[in-house]
């Protein structure tokens, strides 16, 4: 019980330190923003070695975070292996087909009422369709390899990347075309300097909506087939095989992966649309 009661103490001595931070005169600075949710999360480590090794919990339930890092660094290379396989290949690769994919669309659409009334209904209903009903389907087109997956993150990142493009491409307010009409612009002129620029808030919260999902969708997929590699895989063998500590340290890479790919779109929107008032410190 000693590693209850200290895991409980830590916590509360924690949870008034970061209350101060947060209402102290220094609560805006970069210091304090970075300081309290990292004292947050060493805070949630804490409790939960402490609730694991005070309370009894079987490892097969919940292992504690210490037999996680241990097997993560001694599993590095099979993480590794799996991290190219599932992210690099399947997730990245997806991505950046089904972005460019959705953003041609998007500029199609634009120049056609036809396919905006026809095509969006379409891409709304896809977009709802559940990825367990297509991963399968997908699978068995394009084999048990990161191909398949790669396919389940374009299904997946297209339609929301096209609605919010073809949204941010209708941003633009009627005084600001007819300005570029005056001064005897073109379609293409009006579209890469009125258009483009308005709509990129928008295509970038798509493009961070999809960040999510590929990552999600290429794990998925290898529930449905595949080799003997891979975040899903080894996920999926890893509960069966009662190896959970496996388990949290393929999360542990999934989660930081994800968070490092959202923020390197985010880093990249502000270096694209620093002149938006949502950019503005």
Not at 53 to 82: H, K, N, Y
Not at 213 to 227: D, R
Not at 265 to 270: A, C, D, K
């Amino acid at each position: 019980m000693s590693w209850l009661v200290f895991a409980l103490i830590f916590w509360a001595g924690a949870w008034v330190l970061n209350a101060r931070l947060a209402n102290s005169a220094w609560h805006g600075t970069r210091a304090v923003r970075i300081l309290v949710p990292v004292l947050f999360g060493v805070t949630l480590i804490v409790l939960w070695e402490g609730l694991v090794r005070g309370l009894g919990v079987s490892p097969v339930i919940l292992p504690a975070p210490s037999a996680v890092a241990q097997t993560f660094a001694s599993s590095t290379d099979i993480l590794w292996e799996d991290f190219r396989q599932t992210v690099l290949k399947g997730a990245l690769t997806g991505f950046a087909i089904g972005s460019t994919a959705a953003f041609v669309t998007a500029i199609l659409i634009d120049r056609s009422a036809f396919l905006t009334r026809g095509l969006l209904p379409v891409g709304n209903f896809v977009a709802a369709l559940p990825i367990v009903g297509i991963a399968p389907i997908l699978v068995s087109w394009f084999g048990f390899d990161w191909q398949s997956k790669a396919a389940v993150v374009v299904v997946m990142v297209f339609f929301p990347i096209l609605v919010n493009t073809v949204q941010g491409l209708r941003e633009t307010d009627a005084m600001q075309r007819d300005l570029m009409r005056t001064y005897a612009a073109g379609y293409m002129q009006t579209l890469l300097k009125l258009r483009l620029p308005a709509a990129m808030p928008f295509v970038f919260n798509g493009l961070k909506i999809a960040t999510t999902l590929a990552l999600i969708g290429a794990i998925v997929a290898e529930y449905f087939g595949s080799p003997t590699r891979g975040m899903g895989f080894r996920i999926s063998t890893g509960v069966g095989s009662l190896s959970i500590d496996l388990v949290w340290a393929e999360i542990i890479v999934a989660a930081i992966a994800g968070t490092a790919f959202y923020g390197i779109v985010v880093w990249i929107e502000r270096a694209m649309t620093f002149w938006h008032p949502s950019q503005r410190r």
